[in-house]
């Protein structure tokens, strides 16, 4: 490639023999999506990878002693159709899934919730404070959708719930009580409490609580699916982390350079750069020259970064089972427990959701608890840098008093102590950006408009961006919208050549 350019070179003329070519920084889903699209339409690709694998945010672990995913588990969308089989709407996720025979679990609806002093609650008060709870959170939504600005950047999600379940249940003090502990669930979506959960942009968070279908093997023939042909046909270069990138100012005056740690330096036409948004909150300023434009800088410090964390624990056997025609429930909440004091002074809620309720051939002893806020901040201290021993004991004393309120749980059974338990550190991974995945916390003023002006990039500078902060509304957040975001912008850049092509 030639440093003086009158203009890109343009696929659209039909001369292949000198294809645009296209550096993507980043080898998670919207990476991958964007060079399967470019692949397929011609263009010359290459991606710099910082890690020593790709898959980014989706990556698995086989430390349990069977593999499971360690980032997502679920298909989340706010326009899943109930069944997995039905003609509704396209998900590119489910599609894949279908596609690849990756098993899908949609849980049974039975709950379990154990009140803050340790009672288990009656399996029809459970569900019928669930479904209350769920009327209101939809109803949140479509109040922040229809009044959005005009709504206070100080309200938050809770305030909301708080305020309806006041005038839905006037004479009900315990189950108002109730129905607001069990909020704290919202946490484990976004990563972050309800309170802090900005009320304007809930409708941002739709795909949250849509319909609820979970990955029982992992996203592993997902992503191979869509790396196939990148890992054939783009160069990937594992192991190379992108320092500056420089562009022209103008979409014709020379190429791109982007300089990796290792001091090389890729010369190419379009920059897209799909690094998590935590990464581009570090380096925005001196990754980039000239500077990013102030508004991008300012969007993207505006938009928070969530802090779900994972702990697998795997027992000899899944004591908590009665039998396998009548699975315990897919999902238990201990809500604000107060039984705790030692280990959870602050009484942080748990949840659970239970492997076991897999279909037979994917059935784990396996218990797996989300957590998010100050409590995940706690439990990535409890391990850090800690050996595999000194993890299990600070793990399993922290979460004995929940799981052991599970049916036939007996402290001097065997197959009531955990085999294997493994735990996630997102917030200490810097290439993860710090955290899990972008959320919209109260105070926030113009969501909507922060995640459009990263997602528009510096087209006149050639350079892109894509990323789970970057996809559709309904999408943020998620391995589908980052997968869309990767097509969206590829699709842009394609564009943006058969335009050249109409102009010259
Ligand atoms: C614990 C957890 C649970 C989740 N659960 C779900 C779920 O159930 N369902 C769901 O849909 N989504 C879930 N997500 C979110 C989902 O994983 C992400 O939205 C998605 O994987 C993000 O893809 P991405 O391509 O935007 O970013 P990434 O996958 O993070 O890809 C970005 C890549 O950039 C690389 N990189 C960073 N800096 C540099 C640099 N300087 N140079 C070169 N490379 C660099 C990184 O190593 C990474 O490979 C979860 C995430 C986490 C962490």
Not at 341 to 350: G, K, L, M, S, Y
Request: aromatic share 10%; with cysteine; net charge negative.
């Amino acid at each position: 490639m030639s440093d003086q350019k009158e203009k890109p070179s343009t696929l659209a003329s039909g001369d292949m023999s000198d294809p645009p070519h296209i550096c993507i920084i980043g080898a998670g889903i919207s990476g991958l999506r964007a060079a399967d699209v470019l692949l397929q339409k011609g263009y010359k690709v290459t991606i710099l990878e910082a890690r020593d694998r790709i898959g980014g945010r989706i990556c698995q672990s086989d430390k349990l002693g069977y593999t499971v995913d360690i980032g997502p588990n679920w298909i989340a969308s706010c326009f899943l159709s109930t069944s997995l089989h039905a003609t509704g709407d396209k998900h590119p996720i489910r599609d894949l899934a279908i596609e690849t025979n990756t098993s899908l679990h949609h849980w049974n609806n039975k709950q379990n919730i154990f009140t803050s002093d340790g009672k288990l609650l009656p399996a029809e008060k459970s569900a019928e404070l669930s479904t209350l709870l769920w009327d209101i959170i939809e109803e949140a939504f479509a109040y922040s959708a229809k009044n959005g600005k005009s709504i206070p950047e100080t309200a938050s999600l809770y305030d909301f719930i708080e305020s309806t379940v006041k005038e839905k249940l006037p004479d009900r003090l315990e189950d108002q009580k109730l129905i607001l502990s069990m909020s704290e669930m919202w946490g484990a979506y976004v990563g972050h409490p309800v309170t802090r959960q900005s009320l304007r942009f809930s409708w941002m968070e739709e795909c949250c609580g849509g319909d609820e279908t979970f990955i029982e093997t992992t996203y592993e023939a997902i992503l191979d699916r869509i790396a196939k042909l990148p890992r054939e046909k783009a160069d990937i270069r594992l192991g190379s982390r992108v320092m500056k990138v420089v562009t022209p100012t103008d979409r014709f005056s020379g190429a791109i350079k982007v300089a990796t740690m290792k001091a090389e330096v890729v010369e190419c036409d379009e920059i897209i750069c799909t690094v998590p948004l935590g990464c581009l909150q570090e380096v925005k300023e001196r990754g980039f020259y000239p500077r990013l434009p102030q508004k991008i800088c300012d969007a993207m410090d505006n938009i928070s970064i969530g802090r779900l964390e994972k702990v697998y624990i795997t027992f000899p056997s899944a004591f908590w089972t009665v039998n396998q025609e009548d699975n315990f429930a897919g999902y238990t909440n201990w809500l604000s427990p107060k039984y705790a004091p030692d280990t959870n002074p602050e009484c942080w809620p748990q949840e659970i959701w239970n492997l076991a309720a897999f279909s037979p051939e994917n059935r784990r002893p396996t218990l797996l608890f989300y957590l998010y806020g100050d409590c995940s901040r706690h439990i990535v201290k409890l391990t850090f840098d800690r050996s595999t021993e000194e993890r299990h004991a600070a793990l399993d004393a922290f979460f004995r008093p929940y799981y052991s309120l599970l049916p036939n749980f007996s402290a001097d059974d065997e197959n009531c102590k955990p085999k294997a338990i493994l735990s996630t550190e997102w917030q200490m991974d810097d290439l993860a950006g710090y955290g899990s995945y972008c959320n919209f916390q109260v105070g926030i003023k113009d969501a909507d408009e922060d995640v459009k002006t990263i997602r528009h990039g510096v087209p006149e500078r050639r350079l892109w961006f894509a990323g789970e902060h970057t996809a559709p509304f309904e999408e943020l957040g998620t391995a589908a919208g980052a997968y869309m975001s990767g097509e969206a912008v590829a699709l842009r850049i394609f564009d943006e050549y058969l335009a050249e092509k109409e102009r010259y």
